[in-house]
């Protein structure tokens, strides 16, 4: 995977993630994010079959650089050790499961 250059701009509602780069913008909504968490555990469930269902009221509580590759996002519901690198938040398919 090609790494992506950090966005201009990071702006964290409690509903969602929107990312700003100099060429175009990507929005994530909380509740898809962390249906799709990128954390250990959850990985491990989708790899075994399962899904990971998340709250529709759930929310973002911070995002944290990693670095200049990626985000740590933090849900209201305690999930935070999920890291999302730049090149699957900002894939025109959105940040999808990728077990590289």
Do not use: K
Not at 47 to 62: E, F, I, K, M, S
Not at 68 to 94: C, K, M, N, T
């Amino acid at each position: 995977m090609t790494e992506a250059a950090p966005p201009r701009e990071i702006a964290l509602a409690p509903e969602a993630l929107v990312l700003r780069w100099d060429d175009g913008a990507a929005s994530w909504g909380a509740a898809e994010l962390r249906a799709r968490c990128r954390c250990a555990a959850c990985t491990a469930a989708r790899l075994r079959g399962q899904t990971t269902a998340a709250d529709a009221d759930v929310r973002l509580v911070d995002a944290r650089p990693v670095g200049r590759y990626a985000l740590q996002l933090v849900f209201s519901d305690g999930h935070e050790r999920g890291i999302w690198p730049w090149s699957l938040l900002r894939a025109p398919s959105g940040p999808v499961d990728q077990n590289v």
